[in-house]
């Protein structure tokens, strides 16, 4: 699944690599790999047509 980072859109797309409960790990075109608590941060869902 691809997504963005809402408060860090310079981050660029993101590839969901796993999820374990809550905890999200997110690999970034611009950070690299980030985990992200998915009960404080909505990642938004980027479609194929705006990837």
Not at 22 to 40: A, L, R, Y
């Amino acid at each position: 699944m691809l997504v963005r980072h809402p408060q860090y859109p310079e981050w660029g797309i993101g590839q969901v690599q796993s999820c374990i409960g809550e905890m999200v790990t997110v690999s970034f075109v611009e950070m690299g790999k980030q985990v992200i608590n998915g009960s404080k941060i909505s990642l938004v869902i980027v479609h194929n047509d705006e990837a």
